[in-house]
């Protein structure tokens, strides 16, 4: 079988894979609990659910425009307005099945081979695969400061003619860090001086706990015509607990929103309409839901917070956003793969080996499940890894003992 050297290049995405894994285990019935997840367990608002049946009512459900219907793109101008203070033209936008969709199609709409693509480690998993994808060079920089807040200097050092575009993710997946204000300043300032596509990916901006601000890029940039190299990327599926509903955008100068419609009316065409339908509903209905999911996620990642720092070995920075921790685990095992697939074999709890985010010796574990698997998890997790723990150990009916040290 002949394959492409891109299509070898492409690692599969850990994260869906073990999302994969835990179906299995969850179908054969074992007590598999998921502290791995990346999506809100709450429902979708209701203004989503009702728009989406009614116009599913009406049996006409046809092609949308590739970049979007006028009334999504009305929605996005909403919430642009509304979440950044700053006015969009619908020929800035651009409407695309998932932020995921949106981030790809804008680095195919602007990377060539062999250019370099600077983002902060640790990374979410999909940037390294998706600037393959476009032929380009990934270019991860790990804060040497042992923080998860990246630092001019470290960005500075690692650009070079080559360097098309800096991804910067802030809250980020996996850290849940919020970069600073200033931080956010510079790199905007920087990329506007040195001509380098700035993307913000800021799906998860609205969720972020005790009073924590999260930077407005737009508050810093100068350049608003269409020579403007600032992207910013978001969407429904966390803030919304909308994943499944596969709807995100960018917003970007409106030359490079052409070109990126012109790639995916290629690709998928428009997202579909009815999803569309539901994500207007959701960011022009009630927004009482978004309050209840932080405050429920703040509650659980206090508890989470706790009882990973009643863990003696383990070394975390709690997140001001998100629903991820990032915790150092190193003090028990270098290898987050191997530690990662024991606690499953052992104990049946599921977390994120951290090499997959560009750091080893680390795991993410969230919060966005209920705090009954977040206790339960964390104890069997204790009780597997920590030298003292008693010989058992019962999962419901079944005894678990120790044949490991
Ligand atoms: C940092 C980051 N960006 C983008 C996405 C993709 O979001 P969507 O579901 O809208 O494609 C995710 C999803 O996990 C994410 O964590």
Redesign the pocket.
């Known amino acids: 079988m002949s394959i492409s050297i891109i299509g070898r290049s492409i690692a599969e995405s850990a ?1 869906l894979k073990l999302n994969e894994t835990f179906a299995i285990l969850k179908a054969k019935g074992e007590p598999v609990i998921h502290l791995g997840g ?2 809100p367990k709450s429902k979708a608002p209701i203004d989503a659910i009702t728009a989406i049946a009614s116009h599913l009512n009406t049996g006409e459900v046809r092609y949308a425009p590739a970049d979007g219907t006028i009334d999504m793109k009305k929605s996005v101008i909403r919430y642009t307005m509304e979440h950044y203070g700053r006015k969009v033209e619908p020929e800035n936008i651009i409407v695309s ?7 790809m199609v804008a680095l195919q709409a602007i990377l060539d081979p062999q250019d370099e693509v600077i983002f902060p480690a640790p990374y ?1 998993v ?1 940037y390294t695969e998706m600037v393959k994808l476009c032929g380009a060079v990934p270019v991860p920089v790990v804060p040497e400061d042992g923080t998860f807040t990246p630092r001019m200097q470290d960005i500075e050092q690692n650009v070079t003619s080559y360097t098309k575009a800096i991804i910067i ?1 802030s809250p ?2 996996p850290s849940g860090a919020v970069y600073p204000e200033s931080f956010i300043r510079e790199i905007v300032e920087f990329c506007e001086k040195k001509n380098i596509y700035l993307i913000m ?1 800021d ?2 901006h609205l969720l972020v706990y005790n009073g924590v601000k999260v930077a407005n890029p737009f508050d810093y940039a100068k350049d608003f015509t269409d020579n403007s190299k600032l992207i910013i ?1 978001n ?4 803030a919304y607990a909308m ?1 499944g509903f ?3 955008w960018a917003i970007g100068n409106k030359k490079l929103i052409e070109v990126m419609a012109n790639i995916q009316g290629h690709q998928t065409s428009g997202p579909s309409v009815l999803l569309q339908k539901a994500a207007i509903g959701a960011i022009n209905g009630v927004q009482s839901s978004i309050d209840s999911l932080r405050a429920t996620l703040e509650n659980n990642r206090k508890v989470l917070v706790e009882q990973l720092n009643a863990f003696s070995g383990v070394h975390l920075l709690p997140p001001d956003g ?1 629903f991820y921790t990032f915790a150092d685990f190193s003090a028990y095992e270098k290898d987050s793969t191997k530690l990662s697939k024991f606690l499953l074999d052992k104990v049946k709890v599921l977390t994120m080996p951290g090499v997959e985010f560009g750091m080893e010796g680390y795991l993410r574990i969230s919060f966005c499940g209920s705090i009954k698997d977040i206790t339960e998890g964390i104890e069997r997790m204790k009780w597997a890894i920590d030298p003292d723990s008693p010989n058992e150990l019962y999962i419901g009916e079944r005894k678990l003992v120790r044949d490991w040290n």
């Open positions: 994260t990346g999506e099945s998932g932020a995921k969709q949106a981030l979410w999909s993710n980020n997946n990916d799906i998860y990327i969407g429904v599926s966390k994943t596969r709807i995100g998100t």
